[in-house]
């Protein structure tokens, strides 16, 4: 399929007001870059807290947002050997162009968040997006692209939470996931697949009705219970659940609350 000069993207032009669909030239990968044609981009309660500017990070309007993002790989670079056109990629978006610790023991979501896709860089929501080198890219063959977007984030942040509670877990432990929403639904499935010495698995969150409603919704085996509380309401119910004083491990896969202090 060729690809067409301009493209499409819903651009924010500024804080508050709705994204616009544009046409902008295509970029054109060089070296390591690779072009991609997307197919799925997630909207990431973030991205509504960047529209409102509640979190002000955006570097210059008009800007493309998106930071979860799946397609078929279009061009690539002179330098990029490792992937093929056509190829079904998902786009991990923690990209960073420094060189310090973070990057060097492959964290780099965390060395510059001005660097991110969708957040320094522009995004996904657009017909096609420049990824500035193909080790930003896992394979997706077999997978609904539209649906493996939200992987990248929403599917992403809970597995690595969950994911340091396997050494730790023992068998008779309890695991308590803080918010069954977007992320924390995430994070149930997880902690029944990776920790099976887990017997209890707890969902907490502020709105009972929309957990259980989550959780219904991912059709895997539900966690033991799901609990409506804040703060210091947590320990008890909990304590009750385990009917016991065994060591409970706490996982909070949610997002930082960004427009207000958090409960």
């Known amino acids: 399929m060729s690809i067409p000069k301009t493209m499409r993207v819903a651009q924010l032009l500024a804080y508050k007001r ?23 981009s997630g909207l990431c309660h973030s991205d509504l807290h960047f529209m409102d500017g509640a979190v002000p990070i955006i570097p210059s ?8 993002n799946a397609g078929t790989i279009a061009a690539v670079g002179e330098n990029v050997h490792a992937v ?8 991990f978006g923690g990209w960073s162009v420094k060189s310090d610790r973070f990057t060097r023991s492959g964290q780099e979501q965390l060395s510059d ?9 522009p995004g996904g929501y657009a ?26 984030d929403a599917g992403l942040t809970p597995y690595r939470a969950v994911k340091k509670l396997v050494p730790v877990i023992y068998p008779g432990s309890a695991v308590v996931i803080i918010g069954a929403g977007g992320l924390g639904q ?9 920790l099976p010495a887990a017997t209890t698995v707890v969902a907490v969150d502020v709105d009972s009705h929309s957990a ?5 919704a991912v059709k895997v085996p539900r966690a033991s219970s799901t609990l409506l509380g804040l703060r210091r309401r947590y320990a008890k119910p909990i304590r ?3 009917g016991r004083h065994a060591s409970s491990s706490w996982v909070w896969p949610e997002a930082p609350c960004l427009s207000r202090p958090c409960p």
């Open 18 to 40: 709705p994204l616009e669909v544009r046409e902008v030239p295509v970029p054109e990968p060089r070296g390591e870059n690779v072009l991609i044609r997307i197919v799925g």
């Open 61 to 68: 309007f008009p800007f493309t947002l998106g930071h979860e």
């Open 84 to 91: 093929q056109i056509g190829d079904p990629v998902v786009v």
């Open 113 to 121: 968040m001005n660097a991110w896709v969708g957040v320094g860089q």
């Open 127 to 152: 017909d096609y997006l420049l990824v500035p080198t193909y080790r930003y890219l896992l394979p997706a063959q077999g997978l609904d692209l539209v649906e493996a977007a939200a992987l990248t």
């Open 186 to 194: 995430f994070g149930v499935q997880y902690a029944r697949l990776l």
């Open 212 to 216: 259980s409603r989550n959780l219904l």
């Open 240 to 242: 009750q659940q385990d």
